[in-house]
């Protein structure tokens, strides 16, 4: 697995699920590809944030108005609904919302119910 200019080499779905991990993983006991995957992916990882960071330091505005696209909102309020739809929800359409606020939201208390939910689905399957 290497990482290319338009891909990079920890998915954004590798990502979440880092996130959220498991109470095994939150012990540290990962198998050995999970182990080889994070000794590799941890210098881009850790780079990547990096530049976030100096650019949160550096230019608050600015990535405050590249978070806050048209794109990323739209995605808020569609895992909105999603939640808020009456009825049963599909799991795979709440996982999604879920991941959306997770990844997206800036409600801490939000991101927070996201992760709780999806924590739950990973240990009920």
Request: hydrophobic share 45%.
């Amino acid at each position: 697995m290497r990482a290319t200019e338009n891909q990079p080499l920890v998915s954004d779905e590798l990502l979440t699920e880092l996130a959220n991990p498991t109470y095994r993983q939150q012990c540290g006991d990962f198998d050995v590809e999970t182990c080889a995957l994070l000794a590799a992916a941890l210098p881009e990882i850790c780079t990547e944030l990096l530049l976030w960071r100096r650019m949160a330091a550096s230019k608050p505005a600015a990535l405050a108005m590249a978070l806050r696209s048209d794109s990323i909102e739209s995605r808020l309020s569609d895992a909105r609904r999603v939640i808020g739809a009456p009825g049963a929800i599909d799991p795979g359409a709440l996982g999604v919302a879920c991941q959306s606020l997770m990844r997206h939201s800036i409600d801490a208390d939000e991101r927070a119910a996201a992760s709780a939910v999806l924590a739950e689905m990973q240990e009920a399957a």
